[in-house]
């Protein structure tokens, strides 16, 4: 079985109120590229992956008259894709959601938010911790609250899956540099709260023993930025170790142990300033043991480092056209 993992920026933006498809010549809210060109190159994608679940991170907004299954859905029809079945969790208040396309002949997909509890609220609460070491308990909540879903097989086989989207917001509204770094680090204080939320629900789960699959994007990385170095730990440090046991991505694995030269990406972003792409490991596939001793194999989409994606100029092109995202999967015997 094939599982994915996938940002798709704006992806919102190609359906109308009705949460139709948008495929026309108008541009799209990718730079210079029309609806029917980002479309049509995601058809292309998702047909390239032929994966039976796709964790859609970013899907279309499920706020007012907008339906973010019904989209999904309707995506699918349009490109006759098998994952054509849609789920999804909490809505929120961002036009990004979290959702799940899938193959609804392998597999069913539950949403199933785990009961909070006073240490561990449930992922539409609110997370209490001291950020600051001042004493007092911040009040945290998740943007985009993290998509919990119960999984089995045709096969019969059993497993929870989670899709996650940290993110750490800019520093909007700063007076000068002082205050935009002080809203920066406030932010990322949010952020790894959010991290240690996730971890605890993690630690749950391994406590007993269920299979566990956490994916999608964690907007963090060793070695990223800046401020792992004032926290000591990414985001994806905390949440691919804790106490009740390690989860394992080989690419979170290769950039935790690769300070220095070539490490995996799977995003690139046109920084204007400096007239260049940075590109970035963001998007992170992590399984129990139990999963990958089943004979896990992980693979990045990505058109220029990936020989069978660079050999193959009509997939290349799509994926620079699709998203600033590539996919992630891994292939896993269950």
């Not at 994952?83 to 609804?104: C, H, S, V």
């Not at 990223?224 to 000591?232: A, K, P, T, Y």
């Not at 070539?262 to 992590?286: C, G, H, N, V």
């Amino acid at each position: 079985m094939r599982l994915a993992t996938y940002n798709i920026e704006w992806f919102t933006s190609l359906f109308d109120h009705e949460s139709r498809l948008l495929s026309d010549g108008e541009w799209s809210s990718r730079y210079k590229i029309t609806r029917r060109e980002q479309a049509d190159a995601l058809g292309l994608v998702f047909h390239a992956l032929d994966a039976d679940a796709v964790m859609v991170v970013e899907a279309p907004d499920a706020s007012g008259k907008r339906n973010t299954v019904a989209a999904l859905e309707d995506f699918a029809a349009h490109f006759g894709l098998r994952t054509r079945a849609a789920t999804m969790g909490f809505m929120n208040d961002t036009q990004q959601e979290i959702a799940l396309l899938y193959d609804p002949d392998v597999m069913t997909a539950t949403h199933a938010p785990r009961a909070g509890t006073t240490q561990v609220p449930r992922f539409d609460g609110v997370y209490e911790i001291d950020l600051d070491i001042d004493a007092t308990e911040d009040r945290v909540t998740f943007s985009k609250p993290p998509l919990e879903l119960d999984v089995v097989t045709a096969a019969g086989f059993a497993c929870h899956i989670i899709g996650a989207h940290l993110k750490s917001k800019a520093p909007h509204g700063a007076r000068n540099p002082s205050h935009a770094m002080k809203l920066a680090i406030a932010n990322r204080r949010k952020q790894l709260a959010q991290s240690i939320w996730l971890r605890a629900r993690i630690d749950q789960h391994l406590a007993e023993g269920t299979p566990l699959i956490v994916m999608g994007d964690l907007n963090d990385g060793p070695g990223l930025d800046e401020f792992e170095g004032l926290f000591g730990r990414s985001s994806v440090e905390i949440v691919m170790n804790g106490a009740a046991g390690d989860l394992f991505d080989p690419h979170a694995r290769q950039a935790l142990t690769r300070r220095l030269g070539p490490a995996p990406t799977s995003a690139r972003f046109w920084i204007r300033p400096e007239k260049r792409y940075l590109q970035a490991m963001l998007d992170y596939i992590m399984v129990t043991p139990d999963l990958k001793d089943r004979g896990a194999s992980w693979r990045i989409w990505h058109p220029t480092d990936d020989p069978d994606c660079w050999g193959n100029a009509a997939l290349r092109d799509a994926l620079l056209t699709a998203s600033d995202h590539f996919p992630v999967t891994v292939d896993l015997d269950i």
